[in-house]
């Protein structure tokens, strides 16, 4: 059974860090595109980070812009672990964000093919 379980969220105050990680575990996905996504209340399914397999073993990274400079995600093939740096948070990051794999992981989240379950993360002003 292939499963991806998220862990590190929490509440944190405006401007500070946190650190998400996803252990996979059922299945490699050394050649599948990994990312995050997150849902806030009343908002869309938004996708926020990945790293996307270009052959062999080489990943390249794609950011939302609203992320950029402030995230950072990385993967640990050995330990099947994706991880997601978060920096200078805001209060409109706060959202429930979810580890996600496809072989071709796009932007709008429609051909993934695993998700976790989610984890809350809430910044307070």
């Known amino acids: 059974q292939v499963q991806l379980v998220e862990s590190g969220g929490g509440l944190v105050q405006a401007g500070g860090s946190l650190r998400l990680s996803c252990a996979a575990s059922?299945?490699?996905?050394?050649?599948?595109?990994m990312g995050w996504f997150r849902k806030a209340p009343g908002k869309e399914r938004e996708f926020v980070a990945a790293?996307?397999?270009?052959?062999?073993?080489?990943?390249?990274?794609d950011y939302a812009d609203s992320v950029k400079g402030r995230f950072t995600i990385s993967r640990d093939n050995a330990r099947n672990t994706l991880n997601l740096q978060m920096n200078f948070l805001r209060p409109e990051d706060t959202a429930v964000y979810y580890c996600?794999?496809?072989?071709?992981?796009?932007?709008?989240?429609?051909?993934?093919?695993?998700w976790g379950q989610g984890t809350q993360v809430t910044v307070s002003s």
């Open positions: 059922g299945r490699t996905f050394t050649r599948y595109d």
């Open positions: 790293t996307r397999w270009s052959g062999f073993t080489t990943y390249y990274t």
């Open positions: 996600a794999a496809a072989v071709n992981l796009e932007r709008l989240g429609n051909r993934v093919e695993y």
